[in-house]
C-alpha cells in the first residue's frame, strides 16, 4: 500500500514550462513535507519542505502549494531549465514512537528540453 | 569534504558471495540509514540506526546486517547474494527530529 502517491511518473517540458508534480497522502499524522531531487549518480538532496500550517511556500524558482483538507501537495518549477532535469520525489514524515518515519513517493522523472 | 562518503562506487560480484559496503559520514549526525533503489528509482529504507536502537525494514531479508563501529559509520553487510539484490545502495544521515537527509553517491551493486 502506497502510503504517499506521486504523479506523474514522468514529465517532459520545454524550457521556460512550468511542470508541476503532484503528491496525495491519507495519514492525517504526517505533519512534514520535504521534497528532494535526485540527479543521475547521485544521491537525492533535500530541495524544499513544507509543513502542512503553511499553504505555500517559495525558494527561488521552486514552490510547494498545499491543500491540508484534500491532503495533498504539490510541486511547481517555475521558468524550468534543462538543469532541472532530474527525478523528484516527494514525502511524508510523521512521528514514530521516539523516531520519525519518512514514506517516500514513487519519483517523478522530470526532462526540460533546451 | 564529502559529507556522507560510501564506497565502492561499483560492486560487481557473482551470485551466494557475500559483499560489504562501507558508509562514514562527517556530519555529527545521530541517525544512519541505508536505502536501496531499484532500476525503476523506487526509495526502500533498509534501515536506521542510531547509537540507542536499530530499526529494521521487516521486508529486508536477514541475508542483510547493519554493522556500526561507531557513530560516523554504519556499513552494510550482505551474505549469500542473490540476482534481485542488485540495485543502487545509498547511505544517508541525519540529526534530530526533522532535519533533512544528506545521502551519499550510491553504490551499485550488480550481482551476475
Known amino acids: 500500500q502506497q502510503q504517499v502517491k506521486q504523479s506523474p511518473q514522468s514529465l517532459i517540458v520545454q524550457k521556460g514550462g512550468i511542470p508541476i508534480i503532484n503528491c496525495a497522502y491519507e495519514?492525517?499524522?504526517?505533519?512534514?513535507f520535504p521534497w528532494y531531487q535526485q540527479f543521475p549518480g547521485k544521491g537525492p538532496a533535500l530541495l524544499i519542505a513544507?509543513?502542512?500550517d503553511v499553504s505555500e511556500k517559495k525558494e527561488g524558482r521552486f514552490t510547494i502549494s498545499f491543500n491540508k483538507s484534500a491532503k495533498q501537495f504539490s510541486l511547481h518549477i517555475m521558468d524550468s531549465q534543462p538543469g532541472d532535469s532530474a527525478t523528484y520525489f516527494c514525502?511524508?514524515?510523521?512521528?514514530?514512537?521516539?523516531?520519525?518515519?519518512?514514506?517516500w513517493g514513487l519519483g517523478t522523472s522530470l526532462a526540460v528540453n533546451p | 569534504d564529502t559529507a556522507v562518503s560510501q564506497t565502492p562506487k561499483y560492486l560487481v560480484t557473482q551470485m551466494g558471495n557475500d559483499k560489504s559496503i562501507k558508509c562514514e559520514q562527517n556530519?555529527?549526525?545521530?541517525?544512519m540509514y541505508w536505502y536501496k533503489q531499484d532500476s525503476k528509482k523506487f526509495l526502500k529504507i533498509m534501515f536506521s540506526?542510531?547509537?540507542?536502537?536499530?530499526?529494521i525494514n521487516e521486508t529486508v531479508p536477514n541475508r542483510f546486517s547493519p554493522k556500526s563501529p561507531d557513530k560516523a559509520h554504519l556499513n552494510l553487510h550482505i551474505n549469500s547474494l542473490e540476482l534481485g539484490d542488485s540495485a543502487v545502495y545509498f547511505c544517508?544521515?541525519?540529526?534530530?527530529?526533522?532535519?533533512?537527509?544528506?545521502f551519499g553517491n550510491g553504490t551499485r551493486l550488480t550481482v551476475t
Open positions: 513544507i509543513r502542512p
Open positions: 514525502a511524508a514524515s510523521r512521528r514514530d514512537g521516539n523516531n520519525r518515519k519518512l514514506i
Open positions: 540506526y542510531n547509537n540507542k536502537e536499530l530499526i
Open positions: 544517508a544521515s541525519a540529526g534530530s527530529d526533522n532535519s533533512p537527509l544528506h
Open positions: 495519514n492525517t499524522a504526517f505533519d512534514y
Open positions: 556530519l555529527g549526525h545521530d541517525t
